[in-house]
């Protein structure tokens, strides 16, 4: 079975074992539709993760639960 591109973004709170698996987009390099890749980057991501309630703060990533609040 083949299947598609996941990237897997860990919690960095302090004994948080929270995990989400992001599937990035597939961005196409042109009109033709012959070519494209799954954007990866970092900018990429981090919106996506984002979007799923996450946080984050330099290069850590935090859960809801390990929010803004308790990063002291």
């Not at 196409?28 to 984002?50: F, L």
């Not at 703060?57 to 609040?69: A, I, M, T, V």
């Amino acid at each position: 079975m083949i299947h598609d591109a996941v990237v897997r973004v860990s919690c960095d709170g302090d004994g948080c074992s929270e995990e989400i698996e992001i599937q990035p987009e597939f961005v196409y390099r042109d009109y033709s539709g012959r070519s494209g890749y799954y954007d990866t980057s970092d900018e990429a991501i981090e919106k996506k993760v984002a979007q799923e309630g996450w946080f984050a703060q330099g290069d850590k990533h935090y859960c809801e639960s390990c929010g803004p609040e308790d990063m002291g």
